[in-house]
């Protein structure tokens, strides 16, 4: 079977998506793929999570002009589809960064991101060398999923990766006042429908590298086969979570999505 390449273009050019599909599928590769549309009110980005997420993509490509990787709405689209791709396959899922020219820095990218590996010339052949590599072992010690949901909502899932959390709590910075909105606690995987919160807490405010973060949260205990599920009034610039803070400190994940 060949191995799966899910393409993104972020401008719509038709020639360099022929192009790109030719030099895939001369490499014995499978290319699919689709057209960038910055709407996040509409998570138009969220289209492409079901051919991500299938089991026989084996990389993402990610093409366009270099500029676009600088605005806001492509760098939050995209750093949310990431989240959803390392979800299904893992944090170690190959991303290839085809920038029209080469001054694109994978560190300045979104937290999900910065592993993305920038390719400028021989695209095919290291789309192979990737799709066919075994993936390193990467150890993190949280879970992250994001699920779209039209009419219902973005919602941030968290949880244990190793270690059960004493509760949990998740925060987001936002120039554009994105916050917490709504949480639960239920099944991993799974939004719950009903959830009971102990000891719930709203519009905590925590200040973390001199960004201040207005925070949800609750102490309902949970594994890791249990999540916190948090859904966001609107895509903030980045996030903080993990176990629900102590009255002395909080131990925090902080992911970039700007």
Not at 34 to 45: G, M, N, P, R
Not at 150 to 175: F, K, T, Y
Not at 232 to 257: H, K, M, R
Request: with cysteine; charged share 20%; proline share 8%.
């Amino acid at each position: 079977m060949k191995q799966g390449v899910w393409v993104t273009l972020l401008d719509k050019n038709e020639d360099l998506g022929r192009l790109l599909f030719e030099e895939l599928n001369k490499y014995g590769l499978e290319p699919n793929g689709h057209f960038w549309e910055d709407d996040l009110a509409q998570f138009a980005w969220s289209g492409a999570i079901p051919d991500l997420a299938r089991e026989e993509c084996a990389l993402w490509v990610i093409a366009g002009q270099s500029d676009r990787f600088n605005e806001p709405a492509t760098r939050k689209g995209l750093a949310l589809l990431a989240i959803a791709a390392q979800s299904a396959h893992g944090p170690s899922f190959p991303i290839l960064l085809s920038p029209s020219v080469s001054n694109l820095e994978p560190a300045q990218l979104p937290t999900p991101l910065r592993s993305a590996e920038v390719v400028q010339t021989g695209l095919g052949t290291k789309a192979t060398i990737r799709a066919h590599a075994k993936r390193p072992q990467v150890e993190i010690d949280y879970r992250i999923a994001v699920h779209p949901l039209p009419g219902l909502g973005l919602w941030l899932e968290v949880g244990p990766a190793h270690d059960p959390w004493n509760g949990a709590m998740l925060g987001c910075n936002s120039a554009d006042g994105a916050k917490p909105d709504a949480q639960g606690f239920g099944i991993a995987g799974v939004i719950p429908e009903r959830s009971t919160l102990k000891y719930p807490m709203r519009d905590m405010r925590i200040e973390l590298r001199g960004q201040e973060f207005l925070a949800w949260g609750a102490k309902n205990e949970i594994s890791p086969a249990e999540s916190y599920f948090v859904r966001l009034s609107a895509t903030p610039d980045s996030i903080i979570f993990g176990p629900f803070p102590d009255e002395d400190s909080a131990d925090v994940f902080s992911v970039s999505l700007l």
